[in-house]
T-cell receptor, first 112, second 113 residues
C-alpha cells in the first residue's frame, strides 16, 4: 500500500519559520494536498490546501513542486500555540481505488 | 459552523461485545469517514461513504463494519470487540470526496478490556 512520509518530530523556537515536508509518490492525478493541525484531545482541523505551485493563507504557505510527489508546509514566525501535530492528507490510488491517506504526523514543539 | 458530533467521548467495553460508534454531521455533507488514531501510526482510514447506503473500505477495515442509512449519520460497528481495537476513533465529513476539507468530530476513546 502506497504511503505518505513525514518527519516524526521537529523542534523550533518562537519567531522562527518552520518547514514540514511530506512525500507522497503515488498521489492521485486529480487530488489536492491538504494539511491539518491537531491539538491534544481534539480532532484535526484544516490549515491549507493546494494542487500545485504555491498557496498562501493567513496562517501558512504550501509549496508543491511540479511533479507533486512532495509538499512542504511552511509556518512563518511560529509561537508557542503552534505546538501541535501536523498531518498531510492526499488521495492515493491503491488496488484501483482512491483512498484518502494521512501521513503519520509530525509533532512540532515550539520552545520559548 | 460545521458540527460533527460523536456519541461518546469515552467508552469502555468488554472483549466480545458488539460496539456501536455513532457520528452525526449537520452540514448536509455527502462524504463521511471513520478513522482510528494510535500513537506513532497517525490516522488510518477504516471506512468511508460517499452517499447514503454506500460504503468503501479504507486501509484497515478488518474487524469493522459501517452503516449509513441517513445522510447525516454514519455508524461504525465492532461486531465482536477485541483488545487490539482499543484506540481513539475519529469521524469526519466533507462536501466532496477526499478533495475537500474534512471536518472532524472530537473523537471517541474506546477501551476494550
Amino acid at each position: 500500500l502506497a504511503k505518505t512520509t513525514q518527519p516524526i518530530s521537529m523542534d523550533s523556537y518562537e519567531g522562527q519559520e518552520v518547514n514540514i515536508t511530506c512525500s507522497h509518490n503515488n498521489i492521485a492525478t486529480n487530488d489536492y494536498i491538504t494539511w491539518y493541525q491537531q491539538f491534544p484531545s481534539q480532532g484535526p482541523r484544516f490549515i491549507i490546501q493546494g494542487y500545485k505551485t504555491k498557496v498562501t493563507n493567513e496562517v501558512a504557505s504550501l509549496f508543491i513542486p511540479a511533479d507533486r510527489k512532495s509538499s512542504t508546509l511552511s509556518l512563518p514566525r511560529v509561537s508557542l500555540s503552534d505546538t501541535a501535530v501536523y498531518y498531510c492528507l492526499v488521495g492515493l490510488i491503491s488496488g484501483g481505488s482512491y483512498i484518502p491517506t494521512f501521513g503519520r504526523g509530525t509533532s512540532l514543539i515550539v520552545h520559548p | 459552523d460545521v458540527k460533527v458530533t460523536q456519541s461518546s467521548r469515552y467508552l469502555v467495553k468488554r472483549t466480545g461485545e458488539k460496539v456501536f460508534l455513532e457520528c452525526v454531521q449537520d452540514m448536509d455533507h455527502e462524504n463521511m469517514f471513520w478513522y482510528r488514531q494510535d500513537p506513532g501510526l497517525g490516522l488510518r482510514l477504516i471506512y468511508f461513504s460517499y452517499d447514503v447506503k454506500m460504503k468503501e473500505k479504507g486501509d484497515i477495515p478488518e474487524g469493522y463494519s459501517v452503516s449509513r442509512e441517513k445522510k447525516e449519520r454514519f455508524s461504525l460497528i465492532l461486531e465482536s470487540a477485541s483488545t487490539n481495537q482499543t484506540s481513539m476513533y475519529l469521524c469526519a465529513s466533507s462536501s466532496r470526496g477526499g478533495f475537500d476539507e474534512q471536518y472532524f468530530g472530537p473523537g471517541t476513546r474506546l477501551t476494550v478490556t
